[in-house]
């Protein structure tokens, strides 16, 4: 190797190019951040824990929720993603490093910034974002907080960021493919992020577009979202789902990518349907654009704009439902066993599909009347986000980090872990279903008594997933400092892929040879 | 708290009488799992569909579940099975891309009538507008020149746990909504500040509050009843805090309660929603300080030194309408002057502090109006 | 290596494309937005001023129409219609008023929104004035009849039989410049 890592910390840290370092980088900031968010979860349920309002007001609880959302959606869960996108990708498709290696760097460093400053509008005169992650105007325009104009600064940032971090992935993989790695070799993977990095290209810029214009109703006079001025509070939220519903494949499809690499490899068989997963993906990234209005189903829509949105949002179900199939086929007649990261693929297939389901129910619309914007809804998200995003991002991290630092974790604390994270996941998120139908409205800071029973066990639920993440963190950095060495480069028995091909621990140059791909 | 864990713990453990509870004892209530049926024809469709929805998921979640716990059993490495090695069978893929499309297409058929249903809004017997306030709603009886607010009853006290929880913790309002049985209501709904979202399960009807935007929705039920609903738009800090209750009566109780809407109404624009003017004020207030003032202050306005005030050129007649206003609100303390407050209606008020300042060579030439003194009231 | 033109080349068009989208998002989803909703009656839009061509008159119809006023961020003016349901003949011109009269101790402007339900109605309800087509400046204390002048269209579907029309009031004083005596 020419040359390895700057010794010091700061030069090397701070001004890495190396994708290696970014994405160790954009990993520990995911966790931070979803430590963060997580924390604000815990205010969340403690207050839910009761009826009443024990702990904190109810601006303040609605500045939690708002702040939930936003953390983990744009601070956790899309910079997880774009961190394993920076290891593997190029390990993956055999090129030295990302296309555009500076930009790497800025694309990370924006991050943090971004989340001060969103961050430290909770301890600002007026409080944080208390309009909800969905900043519905003209609650979060004529009726906001003077702190809004930080959030929407905090917000053009990570656009800003995520943007670049996609057009990074997208000329890498475009361009720095290993000879012999055509389009139809990636693994999928790499082929789930590069869609995914062109939907965060056409979708970012909306939702910029989306708060320049709050931006600008409320500093300039404009009138996009105030009926006064012949504007329309309804068009903000034509604005923001055409973002928005983008938004959760964006979240979604990577953790797709991760489950189809893991799943082959503990099965020992490989992926089956390779070429129909990918087709699944693209048209569920094509059906991404064209279904947005399905959150809007109460706002009032013609009979034959909520026909068109039911029908186009129940299409879903068949790209996913191969996805489905496609997994368990893989399993079937392979040679399984289950390591930790299998563990959370499995509990993948099994909660998205479930949380697939509901999302069917959901796309309903006479049904959606009553579920709309009640706990269904939170239980519904939540088993695609958590048990989809974040159970994935936790099977990637033990299925990968092996390769990263050269040790093995401790498979049984990794195996309890995760039956500690199942159980409380659905502990917390199952009974929310129940809450939803019996008509307790989300976002709401206190209840009526007849919820009571639910929100407890939600609530106790929540916690204990709280302090399965700690155990996690606890494994991992127990791995890097004291785990048992290995250096054997597949690391997995079943494991395929150019990845397993560079020594273990992964060297900070690899593929500086392209290799070549029969 | 114990006791509640453990009727949750029992409960579990009887999930049969958890999905079969009605909707109508508080008991059952607690327990509810399931969408409630409601007591409409959109209620019942929005739920006939979700147990339609929920079967139909319940059958594939096992099929496709099921067969991948068989796989997980019967290809474990550590039965000594090697693994296959095929990847594609386009058979099977076409199949299970088709399948499910068609089940979808099953499934539109019942969706589109339920969703018909929601949107006939069309021949209404009344019309209700429902205004979204923070944090409050407005139900106008269009036409019949009735509206009230309708706000949230639980004390603050109730919500901060300094005194214990009513039973209606969060479901109780100042004045319920009313409509009648077997009528056709349609609730034209809009916002007056931010979006709110007007809901009552029991009637399946969700519809957001727009400013500037107004949309219908509409129910009609057969069962007399008290159906509580809430607001479910994100709209600021009181969001948990202003539910919809509304009342269901026969016919004719509901047409015995419009009528006395009716006539309060009429009484309020005749008094205090009324612009009084300089004249009918004069009358008005003379009468009232005959009866209650001039025993004291005396006809002439000029009081008995000493004992009691003269009005006539008094500072207080001649200063700002609102110290005078507060005087026979709040009375004088220590003093014989008592407070009114009680003992005079607004109209009474406002028609006497007119006189006083403008009777015997008072000459503010301002009109006290009864909505001054009841603004006066509520600022209190 | 070689490749960095082609990571130029891409980076500006993918660049481009994200700033199309930025520009897309801020300059044609309002205007589409709003031609939707002409189109489509979404929100009961009603559209400008509509100038009368000859329209025959339907006597063979009658329609409901229903006035509803309210007022935004609760407004201190009056605001209401002075009759409360007229019945017209689709292609029959018709007047009818709202009573405006500002409360406060201030000069203030207002702009009224109006909306039509059912929304498929919204297409056929033609106004040929209204006070909705300009701002409304009103001084305090002061009061006015406001006419809209209207026209259903003898299109108008057969299963509508009842119109509503609703004027949401909102104070506009601290988005205009001038004086309310300038304005009027």
Sequence with gaps: MAHGPSQNFFSRWLFSTNHKDIGTLYLWFSFAMFLLGGFFAMVIRAELFQPGMQLIKPEFFVQMTTMHGLVMVFGAIMPAFVGLANWMIPMMIGAPDMALPRMNNLSFWILPFAFTILTSTLFMEGGGPNFGWTFYAPLSTTYAPDTVNYFIFGVHMMGASSIMGSINIIATVMNMRAPGMTYMKMPLFVWTWVITAFLLVAVMPVLAGAVTMMLMDINFGTSFFDAAGGGDPVLFQHVFWFFGHPEVYIIILPAFGVVSQIIPTFSRKPLFGYSSMVYATASIAFLSFIVWAHHMFTVGMPIAGELYFMYATMLIAVPTGVKVFNWITTMYKGALTFETPMLFSIAFVILFTFGGFTGMMLSIAAADTQYHDTYFVVAHFHYVMVAGAVFSGTAAVYYWLPKWCGRMYDETMGKVQFWIAFIAFNITFMPQHFLGLAGMPRRYSDYGLQFTDWNMVSSIGAFLYGGAQLLFLYNVIRTIGWGKPIDDPQVWEGAEGLEWTVPTPAPFHTFSTPPVVK | MMKRAKALFLGLLRPSSLLLAGSVSAESVTRQLNMPRGVTEVSQAAYDIHMIMIWICTVIGVLVLGFMFYVMFAHRKSKGVTAANFHENLVVEVLWTVIPALILIVMAVPATTALLKVYDTENPDIDIKVTGYQWKWQYEYIGEGVKFMSELRTSQDEIYGRAPKGEHYLREVTQPLVIPTNKKVRFLITGNDVIHSWWVPDFGVKRDAVPGLFTAAWTKTDQPGTYVGECTELCGLGHAFMPVVVEVKEEAEYEAWLAGKKEEAAIYASTIGKQWTFDELMVKGEQVYGRSCAGCHQVNGEGITGVFPALKDSPIALGPAEGHIAILIDGVAGSAMQSFAEQLSEVEIAAVVHYERNAWGNDVGDIVQPINVLNFKQSQ | ?184
């Design chain 3, 1 to 184: 290596m070689s490749r960095t033109s082609t990571h130029g080349g891409l980076l500006i068009k993918l660049l481009m494309g994200a700033v199309a989208m930025f520009a897309f998002a801020i300059f044609v989803l309002p205007p589409l937005y709003d031609l939707f909703c002409e189109v489509t009656g979404i929100g009961g839009k009603t559209g400008g001023a509509y100038t009368a061509s000859e329209i025959t008159i339907d006597t063979s119809r009658k329609v409901e129409v229903q006035f509803v006023a309210t007022n935004n961020a609760t407004i201190p003016w009056d605001f209401y219609p002075t009759e409360h349901k007229v019945f017209v003949h689709p292609g029959e011109s018709r007047e009818i008023t709202f009573f405006a009269r500002n409360k406060t101790s201030n000069d203030m402007v207002a702009q009224a929104i109006p909306n039509v339900l059912p929304n498929n109605a919204a297409d056929y309800f033609h106004k040929t004035e209204c006070f909705c087509f300009n701002n409304q400046p009103l001084g305090a204390g002061e009061q006015a009849e406001l006419a809209v002048v209207f026209v259903l269209d003898p299109d108008l579907p057969v299963s509508v039989n009842a119109v509503t029309l609703s004027y949401t009031l909102f104070d506009i004083t601290d988005r205009i410049p001038m004086q309310v005596s300038q304005i009027q």
